[in-house]
């Protein structure tokens, strides 16, 4: 049984909410299939709720006399655990696009996970029969962002996916292992797991598995992806070219390292705008430019000498 009571501010985008004490055992979490709940962030909510009791209401989808959990899923395993029989649920009207949708509109202050995103884009898709554009509008994201997390999640070896759902694999990595074949993607994640490197080393090997085209190159890195990855980082400096002397040697070292520096921030973008408030989105905006501000003046700068050496 339930009692309602008014919530202030009932509705929010149209749709009509109500706060209500519902049983726990009444609760739906049948969606929290398309989250990742490890037994650390339950036990540590268990400990809060004994502590401090319920400080914010889950949410729920009303569907006819069952309420479908789409946030709180760990307050309400918790709850079970420590004997709580009934929790503050605010309620609304959905449909199942819809529910799946709040499930990461509601937790983007906390960065869903990349897993989490794959999860609710893919059924968005596949399950609920939306088109891409139709999901982008549920999830409030432009169409470009579900299409590369729809790709990167089909291109995924389910092995890894799997992997990634334990916490194994960081974001970053699984892009860079997307871009290889399945089975390569496989053979460098055995390499490195196999190795003991840290998650956010597996993304630098597949990254160098795919730059070594050479198939004995290949074979050497797998076989001793630790050594390689030292290789990498400890490079000896080439020596300097007679046709360009010390500081001209200097200046093309830099020039590599500005490109390098391109290709992580395009890495950096997804995940690091992920959860940026609007008074983040500024303070990222005024960095951009005058980083922006800097390069385009030292490029611009050497263009002008090029140019003049080329007359």
């Keep these: ?86 929790l503050l649920v605010e309620t609304m009207r959905l449909t199942g696009p819809q529910m799946k949708a709040q499930m990461l509109i509601r937790n983007r202050e906390r960065t869903p996970l990349l897993v989490e995103e794959f999860r609710i884009v893919r059924e968005l898709v596949e399950v609920d029969g939306l088109s891409q554009v139709e999901v982008a509008d549920q999830l409030e994201r432009h169409k470009s962002w579900v299409c590369r997390r729809l790709a990167m999640v089909r291109r995924l070896s389910p092995e890894l ?14 892009s860079k292992l997307a871009e290889l074949p399945v089975r390569n993607q496989e053979q460098v994640w055995a390499a490195a797991h196999g190795a003991g490197l840290p ?70 973008i997804e995940p690091g705008m992920a959860a940026v408030t ?11 430019e005058r980083a922006s501000r800097q390069v385009h003046q030292g490029l611009l700068a050497l263009a002008t000498i090029l140019e003049e050496r080329d007359e």
């Design 278 to 288: 609007p008074d983040g989105v500024q303070i990222i905006r005024q960095t951009f």
């Design 161 to 174: 996916l799997g992997e990634a759902e334990l916490g194994q694999l960081s974001a970053g990595s699984l």
């Design 1 to 86: 049984m339930a009692t309602t009571a008014p919530l202030q501010g009932a509705a929010k985008g149209g749709v009509e909410m109500k706060l209500i004490r519902a049983k726990v055992d009444s609760l739906d979490l049948s969606l929290g299939r398309l989250r990742l709940l490890p037994e650390r962030s339950i036990a540590q909510m268990a400990k809060s709720l004994r502590a401090k009791g319920q400080l914010s209401p889950v949410v729920a989808a009303e569907e006819g006399d069952r309420f479908v959990l789409v946030d709180g899923f760990a307050r309400a395993l918790a709850a079970k655990r420590v004997g709580i029989q009934e």
């Design 199 to 268: 998650g956010r080393d597996v993304g630098v090997l597949a990254t160098l598995w795919r730059q070594a085209t050479d198939p004995s190159a290949r074979s050497w890195l797998l076989k001793n992806p630790a050594q390689a990855l030292a290789c990498f980082r400890n490079q000896p400096d080439r020596p300097t070219d007679p046709h360009l002397g010390e500081a001209g040697d200097a200046l093309r070292r830099v020039l590599g390292r500005l490109g390098q520096a391109g290709e992580r921030v395009t890495v950096a």
